[in-house]
């Protein structure tokens, strides 16, 4: 029961912004959008997160449509290290959050 | 400096002998979690814990233990380890409260193999 899609692999010259989108149709209210990544085998790594408000910090920035179905990632100036798999993720908010199920993700892979 | 260890990194064992992998982390999380990961199905949990001697079954439990007598350490327990539980492992910890609590720190990962 997947709450997230997103695309299998996406490309991206080195020093260009990397769009990564994320379908999550059936969002409820109380969920909030989380982006992780992973460089090869290492531990994920958080990025952002945010509710319905667009998000940005030192790392990316979250745009998140106005119906909440969709969002996508932006990495302002990709870089080589930015080659990992991005996982889109929906979890509720409030004090019980219970499991954190990652999807497949996106494997971007940024070229010099 | 703040962080997730885990211990082994690696370990190949054999069918049947029972292992330990420890996880442990200084940052005072309430909120900590087992995952692994397999090629194709990406990252699945396996027990979580929200707070000392509370913990709950994941997505994919069977054939593993948890316990959490500290809040820094959680350790996973494989009574009995079979060769589908070769995997990659991963802790995380996670703090409560406030906006940022669902932000959960990873640790290095255990490669396990089981022959």
């Known amino acids: 029961d997947a709450k997230t899609t997103q695309p299998p692999s996406m490309d991206c010259a080195e020093g260009r912004a990397a769009n990564l989108p994320c379908n999550h149709s059936?969002?409820?209210?109380?969920?909030?959008v989380y982006w992780y990544r992973q460089i090869h085998s290492q531990g994920p790594q958080y990025i952002i997160h945010?509710?319905?408000n667009n998000e940005t910090n030192e790392m990316a920035s979250l745009i998140i449509t106005e119906d909440r179905k969709s969002s996508t990632l932006i990495l302002p100036h990709a870089t080589l290290r930015d080659t990992a798999v991005y996982y889109c993720i929906v979890m509720p908010g409030g004090t019980s959050y219970g499991k954190l199920t990652f999807g497949q993700g996106t494997i971007l892979t940024v070229h010099p | 400096e703040a962080q997730v260890t885990q211990n082994p990194r690696y370990l190949i064992t054999v069918t049947g002998k029972k292992l330990t992998v420890t996880c442990s982390q200084n940052m005072n999380h309430e909120y900590m979690s087992w995952y692994r990961q397999d090629p194709g199905l990406g990252l699945r949990q396996i027990y979580y814990?929200?707070?000392?001697?509370?913990?709950d079954k994941g997505d994919v439990p069977e054939g593993y233990k948890v316990s959490r007598k500290e809040k820094r350490n959680f350790p996973l327990i494989l009574e009995s380890p079979s060769p589908n539980q070769t995997s990659l492992y991963f802790c995380a910890s996670s703090p409560r409260g406030g906006r940022g609590y669902n932000e959960q720190f990873f640790g290095p990962g255990t490669r396990l193999t089981v022959l």
């Open positions: 059936t969002i409820s209210g109380n969920e909030y």
């Open positions: 814990s929200m707070n000392v001697e509370v913990t």
């Open positions: 945010g509710l319905k």
